[in-house]
């Protein structure tokens, strides 16, 4: 069965420097990847998607992320973290006939001034 | 804002009662999920919907739980009795197709006292 490992639960960095949150997946075919953002209290909002192709991908808000199948790994990076990047990020692996999507637990990030 | 639609946004109740959930999907949608979300973890899947289908209900709690769709609209999730267990936020989400992003409501947090 696929899964979706976050390692990291919570990550402080400060305002301005660079940030890379870790998604390791398993799943014995290519699966389709997602990062996802979820404020307090809120729903979760895409920030970018990996199907095929180009295994770089853009998002919104200046994220983005590399598949790197060898590593089974979907990182997401952004070279200057705002203050109101504070939320929680989860990866997730859409898989199976159905493609719901198999979550990772997140990860909390902090933002100090 | 949330452009899938939930209704309640907070709902309390004892246990032993009957709470239920509504979701309106983005127009166009066919396929419509419900996730529960606990505390400090990713969602997971309840029940998937294609048009007015089950693709997969393997994860919802059938004694108690139950959903519906009617064509292509609005899906209600429906608990009884609730359990103290069942205290967690319940997102829908709803896609254009089974394997298209998904797009998420701002939630039910339930709350069984």
């Known amino acids: 069965a696929q899964s979706v490992t976050q390692p990291d639960i919570h990550i402080t960095v400060s305002e301005g420097a660079s940030l890379e949150l870790r998604c390791n997946y398993s799943y014995g075919a290519t699966p389709y990847l997602f990062w996802y953002v979820q404020s307090p209290g809120q729903g979760l909002q895409l920030l970018l998607k990996?199907?095929?192709?180009?295994?770089l991908v853009q998002g919104i808000k200046g994220f983005e992320a590399e598949f790197k199948r060898s590593q089974s790994s979907f990182n997401l990076r952004k070279p200057s973290v705002h203050w109101s990047d504070a939320a929680e990020y989860f990866c997730?692996?859409?898989?199976?006939?159905?493609?719901?999507?198999?979550f990772g637990k997140g990860t909390s990030l902090l933002v100090t001034p | 804002e949330a452009e899938v639609a939930q209704s309640p946004r907070y709902k309390i109740t004892e246990k032993s009662q009957a709470v239920a959930f509504w979701c309106d999907p983005i127009?166009?949608?066919?396929?419509l999920y419900w996730y529960r979300q606990i505390l400090g973890q990713g969602p997971e899947l309840l029940v998937q919907f294609q048009d007015e289908s089950v693709v997969d209900d393997s994860q919802l709690p059938k004694d108690r739980f139950s959903a519906e769709r009617l064509k292509e609209v609005d899906s209600t999730l429906k608990i009884q009795p609730a359990e103290l267990g069942d205290s967690a936020m319940y997102l829908c989400?709803?896609?254009?197709?089974?394997?298209?992003?998904?797009?998420f409501g701002d939630g039910t947090r339930l709350s069984i006292l």
């Open positions: 989400a709803s896609s254009f197709g089974v394997n298209q992003p998904q797009h």
């Open positions: 127009s166009g949608h066919a396929t």
């Open positions: 997730a692996v859409g898989a199976g006939s159905g493609y719901a999507l198999n």
């Open positions: 990996y199907f095929s192709g180009d295994t």
